[in-house]
């Protein structure tokens, strides 16, 4: 878990790699580059503590309770980050990409018209 901006694009670089190859696996065709440019996107949006609990236990297959100890976090807590990371590459992955914020501020507006 670091900080340096090259490390994180290359934890990126493999979590996209991995998922080429487990979607490929799944499907008998070529990958759809713009599922592919949305799960990138979705992996970049999210905050760097909940990106790194995520590729830690997707990329190097850390249970929670190895991951919380290495990122000073209580087990629980790698849980939220993984649920708000599951959650939020859900959301992009069928298309909407807006931030909580947006959201938030398009639920409220839709009250008021």
């Avoid at 087990?75 to 708000?84: A, C, D, L, N, Y």
């Avoid at 939020?88 to 959201?103: A, K």
Wanted: aromatic residues 6%.
């Amino acid at each position: 878990m670091s900080e340096d901006p090259r490390e994180l694009e290359a934890r990126n670089r493999r979590a996209s790699e991995r998922s080429i190859e487990s979607v490929s696996r799944e499907q008998d065709g070529p990958v759809d580059p713009a599922q592919l440019a949305v799960m990138e996107r979705a992996l970049r949006a999210l905050p760097t503590m909940t990106r790194e609990v995520f590729l830690a236990h997707h990329l190097d297959g850390l249970d929670y309770i190895e991951i919380g100890q290495i990122a000073g976090l209580s087990p629980q807590q790698v849980e939220r980050h993984m649920t708000k990371a599951l959650c939020q590459l859900s959301r992009f992955m069928d298309g909407d990409e807006r931030t909580p914020w947006q959201r938030r501020w398009s639920s409220f507006v839709s009250r008021w018209r």
